[in-house]
């Protein structure tokens, strides 16, 4: 059984930067690709990074240059660094992990496991 626990979300001044964690435990299969996603009140969630199991990584226009995704193989943990945050980065961020096509890379229907969330508020 797949688990993915978020962490490091909260609240800061626009132009800050915060660090999300989430950590995968249970069987992990190869070939996997982990993904952020965020869901701000009243919109759809939206993927935002992305990381394969080879280290490819992608982004949405919306963080690119902005937000950096990475992953430590041996802790079995995804991290997203965010630097130069704006209030329109607020949102619940979730991480998920699936076997995925990678042209839908950042369709959410794609990802079969998910976290419960870590929420990040920009002011």
């Known amino acids: 059984h797949v688990q993915l626990v978020e962490s490091g979300g909260g609240s800061v001044q626009a132009g800050g930067s915060l660090r999300l964690s989430c950590q995968v435990s249970g069987y992990i299969y190869s070939s996997y690709c982990i993904a952020w996603f965020r869901q701000a009140p009243g919109k759809e969630r939206e993927g935002v990074a992305t990381?394969?199991?080879?280290?490819?990584?992608a982004y949405s226009d919306s963080v690119r240059g902005r937000f950096t995704v990475s992953k430590d193989n041996k802790q079995n943990t995804l991290y997203l660094q965010m630097n130069a945050l704006e209030p329109e980065d607020t949102a619940m961020y979730y991480c998920?992990?699936?076997?995925?096509?990678?042209?839908?890379?950042?369709?959410?229907?794609?990802?079969?496991?998910w976290g419960q969330g870590t929420q990040v508020t920009v002011s």
């Open positions: 998920a992990m699936g076997w995925i096509s990678w042209p839908r890379r950042f369709e959410n229907d794609q990802y079969r496991y």
């Open positions: 990381i394969a199991s080879g280290g490819a990584t």
